[in-house]
């Protein structure tokens, strides 16, 4: 597929037959997801073949130096077998009982019998505003999956009872008989696909013959068929929701969803979090705090959501039809979330709800304090320093440097729009500064003003480093706008960047013999971090640190450490973890025991002033 709107047209041309030839399109589907399966397969069966083949040349000519040829094709068999034998992580939260819940667990099961739909062995309270049903297969392609029902209890806390079933009804009609099992099929399918794609690298160069042109091709097309029908399931969702409780119901609980959640993202964190600068420690009931937010939403606030959220389009980035379209296919009106009293968590939860709102509390409070604390301290020391620079810049000139960071405290304290005729004055004074075009170009584009393109592209054109965030940048600015031929060259470079990452790792995981080494050529004032975190090693006697060259990002200086430990002390891979882990975040190194690797440490050693550590 060679750029959006190709894809997108194939997308449009899947769902015309889906909708004129529904039977058809299945048949398409199925048959295009067994030409996969089937390829794969084959690929597999080849290299099982094709690595007895050369066990039976090795034992007729009895030469060990064949050995070599079987392991490519066996390994190669088992990361085929490995990607279509796959285990996903299941979904966190709260598991809840229906001792512990029995009003809900009825609810449930009630909704579920009206949609027909297969039971869930799981059911999870979690923080978060929304729910889902998650199917998490055990036996990988062969499927039997486990069903969780995933609750956020914000939902329940912020909606009325009878809005909770009609979501309820959507999430489980999912799993409704008439189109489960072909869907949760395709989806497997699809994960077997993800997977392979993500393993596939290291693979290209022996078999691009036989993979990277066929997954070319066939990836994109089965990816938008089956896209075609995870969207028609969330309207046929939307229909089981309509039919279990009324088409009002329905749609007041879509427009509830999606308002709020658009509240939550574009006002409530800025505000929530904007607290850290005038207070050191975080709220001591973060959760509660969140909730009644949520349900004492102002009025002109859910008006001014739901008015965002009814302009967006339907994408192709989620498969999740937009707002509008829903309401549309469900004929109902988008109403203005009303306040209410009786929320489903009273009535479905009841006394429970109070010890579930206290365990979350707990938990927030803990997971944002630390956070919290330094979003505290950088505030109140971006403060300090915008009240120097202004007092500064009013007597003199400041420096470059100065007026950069005139700029950034200007920003973080008071805004884009505040920062942006500072940033005019330096690029003024300094046309190559990439870092304040990148910055200018960012705050003008959150102001949709597509004058902030050029500078992004600027950015970009003098800093290497900008290529990414830019592209980033770029392409979610015109894939929101609909304008997806302005998407690809942006979809194109980061796809460059991803692939040179990949590659990067791959060639930074190892050490070869073919590999330069030189001097690490770090500055005294850089090298202090190192030692600091060294010495806190326990048991590490002596470092010796060099520079590696590298083909793959070389502007990201590559480094080997050789430790050394006590001589009758057992090394571990966490200790050695527990080493790379502590060095500077910005640094891509290689932590190698001398003890085990005596030639890499050998080599390493020989190069001038390479010890760096001696205890």
């Known amino acids: 597929m060679r750029s959006l709107e190709e894809y997108r047209d194939l997308i449009d041309r899947a769902e015309a037959t889906a909708v004129a030839h529904p039977f058809l399109y299945k048949v398409q589907l199925s048959l295009l997801a067994a030409l996969g399966i089937g390829y794969v397969l084959a690929l597999a069966v080849l290299g099982i073949g094709g690595a007895l083949f050369v066990v039976g040349l090795l034992l007729a000519a009895k030469s060990l130096a064949l050995i070599k040829l079987a392991l490519l094709p066996l390994a190669f068999a088992y990361f085929l077998a490995r990607a279509l034998w796959f285990k996903l992580p299941p979904p966190q939260g709260r598991r ?13 099961e009630q909704v579920r019998r009206a949609v027909k739909a297969k039971p869930v062995h799981v059911v999870l309270i979690t923080p978060d505003f929304n729910a889902a049903v998650v199917q998490v297969p055990r036996l990988g392609l062969l499927g039997l999956p486990k069903r969780y029902l995933v609750i956020g209890l914000p939902l329940l806390a912020c909606l009325p009872p009878y809005q909770v079933r ?175 009293q009786l929320s489903a968590a009273h009535v479905l939860l009841k006394d429970k709800r109070l010890e579930l709102m206290h365990e979350f509390n707990q938990v927030w409070r803990e997971s944002i304090s630390g956070p919290w604390k330094e979003r505290h301290a950088f505030l109140q020391e971006t403060a300090d320093k915008l009240a120097q620079f202004t007092a500064r810049a009013a007597k003199r000139r ?99 960047v991803a692939r040179e990452r990949q590659l990067a790792n791959m060639e930074r995981a190892t050490l070869k013999r073919k590999d330069v080494l030189e001097p690490y050529a770090i500055a005294a004032a850089g090298l202090t971090s190192w030692m600091a975190a060294l010495v806190q090693q326990p048991g590490l006697k002596r470092a010796w640190l060099a520079r590696r060259q590298v083909a793959h990002l070389a502007a990201v200086p590559a480094y080997v450490l050789i430790v050394e430990f006590g001589r009758f002390e057992w090394v571990s891979d966490a200790m050695l973890n527990a080493v790379a882990a502590s060095l500077p975040g910005d640094v891509s190194c290689l932590v190698l025991h001398g003890a085990t690797h005596p030639a890499a440490s050998r080599r390493v050693k020989r190069v001038a002033g390479s010890l760096i550590f001696s205890r």
């Open 166 to 340: 009609a979501v309820l009804a959507h999430e489980l009609g999912h799993l409704a008989q008439n189109h489960a099992y072909f869907s949760n099929w395709i989806y497997r399918i699809r994960e077997t696909w993800y997977r392979i794609l993500e393993g596939m690298p290291a693979y290209r160069k022996s078999f691009s013959g036989l993979l990277t042109r066929f997954f070319d091709w066939y990836a994109p097309y089965f990816n938008a068929y089956s896209f075609v029908l995870a969207r028609a399931n969330e309207y046929q969702a939307d229909r089981e929701s309509a039919r279990v409780t009324s088409r009002e119901d329905a749609g007041d609980a879509l427009v509830a969803v999606y308002a709020k959640s658009e509240y939550i993202e574009s006002r409530f964190w800025g505000e929530f979090y904007g607290r850290a600068e005038k207070q050191p420690e975080p709220p001591q009931q973060p959760f509660s705090e969140y909730i009644t937010a949520l349900r004492a939403t102002p009025a002109q606030h859910s008006a001014a959501a739901l008015a965002a959220v009814l302009k967006r389009e339907t994408g192709l980035h989620d498969t999740h039809p937009s707002l509008r379209d829903r309401l549309n296919a469900l004929s109902a009106v988008p109403n203005i979330p009303l306040p209410f």
């Open 398 to 496: 400041l420096t470059e440097g100065e007026h950069w960071d005139y700029a950034c405290a200007t920003e973080t304290l008071k805004g884009g729009r505040a920062a942006l005729p500072l940033l005019d004055a330096l690029l003024a004074r300094a046309p190559g500064h990439a870092a304040a075009y990148y910055a200018r170009g960012r705050i003008l584009l959150e102001d949709n003003q597509e004058r902030g393109v050029d500078d992004v592209e600027r950015a970009m054109q003098l800093d290497e480093s900008a290529r990414e965030s830019g592209s980033q940048l770029l392409y979610t600015y015109f894939y929101s706008r609909n304008q997806l031929a302005r998407c690809d060259k942006y979809r194109h470079i980061l796809s460059q």
């Open 96 to 108: 809840v009982t229906a001792v512990e819940l029995p009003a809900l667990f009825a609810e449930i």
